[in-house]
Structures are given as C-alpha cells and as structure tokens.
C-alpha cells in the first residue's frame, strides 16, 4: 500500500475547504462563469488491492485537471475588496454597533443583530470630543457647509476616482473643518466613509500640529501647551523651545497637566512613571531629556507631595542617562538643577541616603539644605552620616555647631570590613569629627585619622574612617587625641579672636606613644 492509499485525505478536498473557497470568491464578486468548477478526486478506497495500484503514479490514472482561471478585478472593485480586509475598517464596522448598543438602542428582535447607529443620533461615546450640532456648524460656516457635507457624501461613491478627489478637496480645505469631519464621521453608517474621515482627521490633526510648531520654534507664536508654566521654570530661547516641542512630541499628557490642577499633574505623573506600588524600584518612565524634565516641571508643583514609590521611581529616573544629560548638560544645567532641586526636597526621609548621594554627585545645592533638615528630622545614623557628607560637599561651615552634637553618638554603621584579621567599623562620632574637620578646611589626616577621607564629589568618603572595633589601648588613644584636635577646632571657630592654642583641661598625650600621635592642627 502506497502512502496516498494510507492517507487518502492528501488527496482528496475537503468539503469545508471548498466551500470557503467558494465564499471567499463570491465576496471578492468573482462571476460564477470566470470559474472552471473541479470535482473533488474521490479518494482509493482503503480496502483495494494494493497490487491494482503497483507501478501506477497518480497521474498516470487520474485525468489531467483543468486549471482555473481567476478574471482580474477592475481598480474600483481591487479597491472595495481592499478596504474590507483593511483591520481598521473592520474594527470600526464592529465597534460602532457596540458602542450604539451600550448608549441604549434595542437590538433587532428579528436577527438579534445590532442595530446601525442612526445618522440623526449623536454619537455617546466619552472619549468623542463634543460634537456640535448642525445648526452650530451653520452658524459657523454658513453655505460652506453644505459643499463639505456634500464632499462628505461622496467619500462613500462606487467610483473610486470621486472617492479620492473628495478626499483631496476635504484635506485642502484644513483643520477648520475638523469639527464638520467629527460629526460625520461619528453619524455616518457607511463603513467606508468613517475610515476615510479616521484617516483625515489624523492627517489634519498632524499638520496642524506641525504649523503650531514652527510657529512656536520661530518665536512668533506661543500655542504651546504648558508653555506658560515652563517658560518660568526653564527660560525662554530658541533651545527651550525646542525641548518644549519635544516634550510636546514624548509626553503630551505631562505637558498639558501644567495648565491643570494638582491632581491632574499628579496622574499624568503616575502614568508617566508606571508606578503601581512602593515595592517597584525599578520601573518603566521617560527615557530622554525632554521627557524627564516635563516630568520634574509636572513635580514642581508645591501642593504636589509625592508618594514613596513615585520618590523611589524619580529617583530611578534621574539615575539613568537622561539624568545625567539633564544635570550636565551646558544648556539644561540650570534649570535641571533647580528642578530637581525642588523635588528633592519633597522626599521623605525613607531613601535620605540615597537621594543625598545622588544629590552630591550631581552638584545639586538644594541637597546642603536638605542635609541640614536630615540632621534634625532624623536619628537614623546612616542618614545622619550621609547628611554630614554633604555638609562638607557643599561647605555649609554654618552647621559646624550642629554637626557637634553628634561628637558623642558612638553607634557603629554596621559596615563590617575585615582589614589584617580584625574587624573595622565606623562611628557616627568618628563621622561628626570628619565633618567638622572637613567644614574648618582640615582633612581627615589632619586631626589624625590614618587617611584621607576627603573626597571632592560627595564630601566625605566615611568608608575610610573604620578603625576596629574591639578597641585596643592604642585606638581608644588615637580616638582621644582625634577628638582634642576636633574640640580645638571648633574652640577656635567660636572664639576667633583666642589665641590659646589648645583648652586648658585637654589630655596630655602619653610620651610613651608620640610616634602614634599625628600633628595638631
């Protein structure tokens, strides 16, 4: 036995296939005469002697089958068939009976169908603009109105030539017409002419966007959403205009929120940032420039108070490299700067570390302000720690008195280093002598920690303060003598005008250990 005669279905039409062959030619109007009908090849039976077949092919017995012949389809009816696989078409032809539907029609008792939209109802769909009446849009456009209704109609003609000539007539006329083109593309109950009123009211919508652009790009025209929010905030030059089309382009939503109230900044941030619960650190957002600054413009608003995970999500954001050409940049440094500015004082204190760092990386000044309220809203003493950093970052020796108040905290940061077996450790105490060091204009090895922990960029860099943690005599003694330099220090800082060189009560070094002992300042 053959493998055809084991599988005779290879051979043979299936019946379900042939009729929607069948369909599919009548849909396209195919003539019933333009088709060689063929009849199905029966298949072998199964129970035939496999040696009546043996040494036979297929086309040896089978008589040869006639080819069909498909006649061509004119340009008009080319163009019908093509518009009836086109998925925007057909998506409206579904969606439009659902939507008259659920406004309230009754379906058709009869065919249990949805009924088509009545062309004397308005549509209710909530996403519509308003559309208006026809006696508003005679008002509006007097006898003009009925020559664009009339080119409406034809947008529907058999003849594909007036279909397009009504198309180009409609775009010509511009985007005063767009409200004529909503109403009739929302009322009308053809199919053909709703997608081709879709697609002019997107190419209008385009161009006309587009002119407001170059208008506002060449300074003769302020059109542009938000602008007059972001020309406070950024500026105005031929560059800013140009990031604002751009944040126009990314994120419209952002833009327009400037002209709104809080809460409508405060959603199109949400939806910018994808922020669905505090747990996301890391997460979808703007990925430019422009986008990020509309989304800090959108923040600068003082009754706007982010919640933690917008914090957590911002912050992501200004990690990345848009950030960094927003910080850096020579022509959005300024602005940048300020804008992250005002945000970063709005964070709460539950990512302190992290925002002061970042801040300090960046040279943004808001953070020496910040690290002065850290020091009294907090007692976190990684917080603490970073807030002091930045107090030398930004030479705030205005806190030199603050920071004293931290001389004697002596809890560990918990940084558990292992140096030659032994195990090292920090002290906010070690962190607060640093800090008033580094605000005096001394470094750290100056008042005699064993290196340098001054680092331009953050301020400090404590992870070089550790010294062990199980205490010798020798580091409670070098402790001791830091902490005389520090007093003497700020003693001078409170009284310029002494000349005493050290307080009278302060530790005498032992004699014994003077080559452990670094010079005072």
Sequence with gaps: MTKREMHPRRTATSPIMTAFAWAALTMAGIPDSSVVAQQATTPPSASSNPADSSGQTEASTSPPKPIAHIAPLSPDRYEQVFAEADPERQWRSVTGPLRSQSAGDEPNANTQEVAP???????????SPRLKSRQELAEQFGPALETIETLIDQLGSSDFAVRERASSSLLESG????????????????????????????????????????AFLAGTGNDMPGWSVAKKLMGDSGWVRGEVVMMYREVP????????????????????????????????????????????????????????????????????????????????RSYGTNLFGSFLLKT??????????????RNVPAAGDLAVRTLDETDQPQSLVQAMATLV???????VLKVTEFLDDHRMLGLNQIRDGSLLDVRVSDV?????????????????FPEDANYRQVGLDYNRLVLPVIEDEKTKQLRRNIRRNVDELVRRHRDPSDPTDQP??????????????????
């Design 175 to 214: 985007y005063p017409i767009v409200p004529i083109l909503q109403r009739g593309e929302a009322l009308s109950g053809d199919p053909e002419v709703r997608l081709r009123l879709g697609r002019l009211l997107a190419r209008l919508e385009d161009q006309y966007q587009r002119s407001i652009e170059t």
């Design 348 to 361: 709460s204190d539950s990512d302190r570390p992290e925002w002061l760092f970042h801040a300090s990386d």
């Design 432 to 448: 607060a002598m640093a800090t008033v060091a580094g605000l005096l204009g001394r470094s750290t090895m100056d008042i005699g």
């Design 253 to 332: 939503d952002l833009l327009r929120s400037l002209e709104g109230t809080t809460d409508d900044r405060r959603r199109a941030i949400q939806k910018a940032l994808n922020t669905p619960n505090a747990n996301f650190r890391s997460v979808m957002g703007p990925d430019t420039r422009p986008a990020l600054t509309a989304l800090l413009m959108a923040a600068a608003d003082p009754d706007f108070a982010p919640e933690l995970a917008t914090e957590r999500a911002m912050l992501n954001q200004l990690r990345r490299s848009q950030g960094g050409l927003l910080l850096n940049g020579n022509a959005s």
């Design 504 to 521: 009278e009560d302060a530790d005498q070094p032992d004699s014994s250990d003077q080559q452990d002992q670094p010079d005072r300042p």
């Design 393 to 399: 970052r930004f030479d705030r020796d205005d806190q």
């Design 117 to 127: 939209e009545s062309p004397d109802r308005e549509t209710s769909d909530a996403t």
